[in-house]
Each structure stands twice: as C-alpha cells, then as structure tokens.
C-alpha cells in the first residue's frame, strides 16, 4: 500500500492485479469542472473530489485493512479527506492542548467517540462502504470527510481538477463520484456505466453542478451549537 499526499489530501492506493489483467489495463482520466473552492478562511482551494470504478462483472481483488490517521490540531482535522478501504480503522490523536468530541451521524459510519483530553486518541472502524461527515461535538468549525470503498480502482482530483486511475483492467465498470459541496442527490446523477478498453481512457468532463448553499450542521444532539463563542472545553 502507498500513500500520496497532495494539497492536504491522503489519498489510500491499493491495487492488486494479476499479471494477465495488468497486461490487458487502462490508464483512466477525468476532469472536474469547477475544480476550486472557497474555504472557511476565505483562501481558494482546490475542491476536494474522488471518482471510483465498481465492476459491473467478475471480481475486484480488494484492498488491504490498515490503520489510518485524522490528527486534531489547531481545531482542524488533517488531512481533510481521508480515502480508505472498507474495513480499515481511523485513529482520532487529540494533538490539542484541550478536549475534543468526534462524532458523525451520516450514513457512511454513525459513531460518537465521546470527550477526550489532549495527548489521547480513539479509533473507529468504518466497516462498509460511504460516505462520512466528521464533526466536532465542542468545536462547531472542524470538519472532515471519510470515504471507505470496496474498490481499488479510484482517484482523488488533484489542484487542478484533474483524476488519474492506474491499472484498470478491461470490462464494465460503474462510475461514482463524490465532490464536497453537493448534494447526494445530485451525485447520484451522475453515477453511469463506462466500459474501459486497453490503453488510455479519458471519461472527459465531470460537472458537478452549483454548490449547495452552506447549511450549519448540528451537534450529536441534533440541536445548534453554543453561539456564545466560549466552548466549555
């Protein structure tokens, strides 16, 4: 197993290939539309975004379970995104000099890792495939995302809206795409069969569509944060 890191984003790439499908693979591309956006701090960055191919036919060999990392510090989560193999587990290091609260109510992994003080750690195992939105329980600002797949076959954009996919053996694939900041409803749509002959394969434009309109999550409880800006922690 590598892993790449680029822009703040850790990608996970596992591909383990016969040598018969290795000699009969493609290379994929894709490129995002609308590849940056605006972030908390008023910085451009890239948007971040993963495209993955399903079999339609046959087997995938699938990735390896390992341990992953999503350190806390200076009330952020890094990397940001964080892809995985299903299965695998994410350790949570608090490297804040006070308490945090991970916690996700989404459908990918729901998990409630309760407080815990700085100089400590808890871990979760996302045990099938989605989508997770992290969250802070105490720091309504910290935000990440954790996508396990069941395939080897993916790719991360990198800053300038571009995906790449090794290794890909030929057949029928289903395409899936995920872009933060749009709806799941509106991802879907854009979910179709591509068929991958040898040689290079260029999927073309990905157009995600406008950006939702930024809503505030909630805490654990389902009810706002504390807006007196003095966290109890």
């Given at each position: 197993m590598t892993s790449l890191t680029?822009?703040?984003?850790v990608v996970a790439v596992a591909v383990s290939l016969c040598a018969g499908a290795v000699a009969h693979a493609s290379s994929i591309t894709a490129h995002l539309a609308s590849a940056?956006?605006?972030?908390?701090?008023?910085?451009?960055?890239a948007t971040p975004a993963v495209i993955w191919l399903k079999p339609l036919t046959g087997s995938v060999a699938e990735a390896p379970t390992t341990k992953f990392s999503m350190?806390?510090?200076?009330?952020?989560?890094?990397?940001?995104?964080?892809?995985?193999?299903?299965?695998?587990?994410?350790?949570f290091p608090n490297a804040d000099p006070f308490f945090h609260n991970v916690f996700s109510l989404f459908d990918g992994k729901r998990f409630d890792l309760g407080l815990y003080e700085a100089g400590s750690a808890r871990s979760i195992v996302f045990s099938r495939e989605g989508v997770s939105y992290i969250f802070c329980n105490i720091h309504p600002d910290m935000s990440s995302v954790?996508?396990?797949?069941?395939?080897?076959?993916?790719?991360?954009?990198?800053?300038?809206?571009?995906?790449?996919?090794a290794a890909v053996p030929e057949g029928d694939y289903e395409l899936h795409v995920?872009?933060?900041?749009?709806?799941?409803?509106?991802?879907?749509?854009?979910?179709?069969?591509?068929?991958v002959n040898a040689g290079p394969t260029d999927l073309?434009?990905?157009?995600?569509?406008?950006?939702?309109?930024?809503?505030?999550?909630?805490?654990?409880?389902?009810?706002?944060?504390?807006?007196?800006?003095?966290?109890?922690?």
């Open positions: 680029s822009c703040g984003l940056t956006a605006t972030s908390q701090k008023g910085k451009e960055r350190l806390q510090k200076d009330k952020t989560f890094a990397p940001h995104l964080l892809v995985i193999p299903a299965g695998s587990t994410v350790v954790v996508l396990a797949l069941t395939t080897p076959h993916y790719s991360v954009a990198d800053a300038n809206g571009q995906f790449r996919i995920w872009v933060e900041g749009r709806h799941d409803d509106a991802l879907k749509h854009l979910t179709r069969r591509v068929h073309g434009e990905i157009q995600p569509g406008p950006r939702d309109t930024p809503a505030t999550h909630l805490n654990k409880f389902g009810r706002p944060y504390e807006t007196d800006g003095k966290p109890s922690y």
